[in-house]
DNA sequence: CGGCATCCCGTCCGATACTG
DNA sequence: CAGTATCGGACGGGATGCCG
């Protein structure tokens, strides 16, 4: 715990980085998924290696959950737990903000001072 | 563009890293800090090297606005654009999931745990 | 005061190959 | 199918020192 932090920065350990987000998005709309369907599922292109990577830490965190039948060939499942469920609420709002400034990322200062010299949009 | 993403994605380059979601959070409640200033508001004792920095990128997506006063000694001052100011509702609820599960953060996995097995809350 | 230059390390992340 | 092993490049980020 330490000293005082400000969440955000509690939030961004669960969070950040290329995959975790992402992964995590997916799980909290699948449910019982499998590594290779998951990782199908997953925009961008994981490799096998960066996936296994970051759901072991999220299993660590607690916010995953993982399901090995024993069976061969493998069969291992992954579940979000009701834990790693409490981050949909920023989760959502995040991709919302993103869908909404896709193309900003295309030519990010030129589109932000035209949307700055806009009418101020109510926030 | 290029393709689909997820908008978390999109939205993760903006905040993610160490800083910039503190800098950030901290602009969007200060408006008009000065260098120095806003580097002691910072928790977490941020270098300079790392403000100026992170500050120079979030000029350059247009969330953060510098107002150099041509003065010796140097004024510069920082704030936040109206189109940085987006980023407040999805910083809010960060920081409150945050400030929520800080505990977890001394011993993740256990905690978690814990909370998976109590009653499912109402998320 | 508000930086930038340099060094240096650990982590992120991709590519490729291999295994039970 | 579900990973692990290995390599190597890119990037994040801390420490220190210097400058106008």
């Not at 715990?1 to 400000?6: K, W």
């Not at 737990?81 to 990010?108: C, D, E, R």
């Amino acid at each position: 715990m330490r000293e005082a932090e400000t969440g955000i920065h509690i939030s961004l350990e669960v969070v950040c980085g290329k995959w975790k987000g992402l992964i995590l998005w997916k799980l909290l709309h699948k449910d019982f998924v499998r590594f290779n369907e998951l990782r199908r599922s997953i925009d961008g292109n994981i490799s096998s290696r960066m996936l296994s990577r970051e759901l072991t830490k999220l299993v660590e965190d607690g916010l995953v959950e993982r399901l090995d039948h024993q069976q061969v060939p493998p069969r291992v499942e992954y579940k979000i737990t009701t834990y790693g469920k409490t981050t949909a609420p920023f989760l959502n709002i995040m991709n919302q903000w993103g869908m909404k400034h896709k193309n900003l990322s295309v030519s990010k200062k030129e589109m932000a001072d035209l949307m700055n010299s806009e009418a101020e949009s109510n926030y």
